[in-house]
């Protein structure tokens, strides 16, 4: 291969290699929460439960590491280190992902969160393409061409570091800036759970043999006549991509009777106070979820609070923090999807999710003196995706071009700086 061809090769895999760590390590961020579950997933399926407590340290550590080091394959800063980061990053993920694809401990890795879910088969294809880029990366680094000078290289790999620590802050503080699961803001739960129009039924199929011959029939079809043998029946499911959005939405009560329909059909107003565990709930803001509660039954709404605990955990609730509403019962992993926040309010109307709230931004007793039908809290608050990824592309990169426009009056003025103090210490 040519140095002309080698470079181009180099550029295309630090383009792909880069890209898709960066991202990677960006929708991690967004979402620490659901990166923290997923790492509990995993030392579950080790035997490592005794890490559950640094689940969410790993989540935040590991996606800014990851994005720092697509940030640093892109602009080529710190190549030696970058690719080596990136190569033992892939020395370790790669077999890793093999035991997953043939033991299936977990169904789907996280490399994406929720963004894109891939099988473990699918994960395992991947990474064995980043892992060739890498190797050819680390054998070519030489031929990488930095983006930036050596005294400023430091700058947009530091910045890359504080950049995703602080979309992970925000998401565990109050919630992600970009919602990838199925009970986004505006969606009407009831509806998300049917098949998409035009879906193809579930197919029945009837084996029989005959004369060492196997023969499938469909319902209306099958042999009648002795000559034939019934085998086994077949079930033939539609491709994932016909499968409704949510697929496992259940709620209890605390006889145990299924009030799913009567809660999303439900021709009102609905909070949902939910605790996946209340003994790790946050109780700074019990106040003002009692309020809440109080400005529901003064204007009738339902209020309930959904959790996954026994009646023990539920008494010690109450004694703690006087709560008077109702309980229902669900699954943790329905209901840690739902919302990222421990404890986290929901506002349901007509089964539709018209907001979602972690304790942070709880309504305040001010905005809870007229009714929901003549107040702001009525209305859909949703966050427009496109807008977002725009904000973050924009906070992210401005301040680098920034320092690539003035690239040279700031290297100068900091080695100017650094000759200057080099001479007074000499003195």
Known sequence: MNQTATK?????????????????????????????????????AFDLTFLNDLALPFAVLIAAIEFCIGIGILFGSFKRLSTIAGLLFMIFFTPLTLY??????????????????LTNWET??????????????????????????????????????LFSCTISLIGIKDLPILDFRPYKTGVNIDKAMQAPEGAPQTEYKLVYERNGVKQEFGLDDYPTDSTWTFVETKTILPSDKWLPAIKDFF??????????????????????LISPDLNTADENY?????????????FDYR???????????????????????????????????????NPGLVLLKDGVILWKKSPRNFPKEELLKQSLE?????????NNPRKVILYCILI????????????????????????????????
């Open 286 to 298: 019990i106040d003002r979820i009692n309020n809440i509660y109080d400005y529901a039954v003064n």
């Open 396 to 427: 992210f990169f401005t301040p680098i071009l920034v320092l690539l426009f003035f690239e040279k009056t700031i290297a100068s003025y900091l080695q100017r700086n650094g000759a200057k103090k080099k001479i007074e210490s000499s003195k």
């Open 124 to 161: 395992f294809f991947k990474n064995i393409f980043l892992l060739g880029l890498i190797i050819f990366l680390y054998l070519n680094q030489a031929k990488i061409t930095p983006l930036f000078s050596t005294s400023l290289r430091w700058i947009p790999v530091v910045y890359a570091f």
């Open 374 to 382: 003549n107040s702001s809290l009525s209305q859909i608050k949703k």
């Open 8 to 44: 181009t090769a180099v550029l295309i895999s630090r383009i792909l290699f880069g890209f898709t760590f960066a991202f990677s390590g960006f929708v991690k961020a967004v979402d620490p929460m659901g990166s923290a579950y997923k790492f509990i997933d995993y030392f579950r």
């Open 251 to 272: 709620l209890t009560d605390q006889n145990g009777d299924n009030i799913t329909s009567d809660l999303l059909n439900y021709d009102g107003y609905t909070f949902l």
């Open 303 to 341: 209020f309930y609070c959904a959790t996954v605990n026994d009646e023990s955990a539920i008494a010690e609730w109450i004694e703690h923090t006087g709560a008077e509403y109702e309980y229902i019962f669900s699954d943790v992993t329905i209901l840690e999807t739902i919302i990222r926040s």
């Open 100 to 117: 997953l694809a043939l033991a299936n401990p977990v169904n789907d890795c996280g490399c994406f969160g929720d963004a894109l879910v």
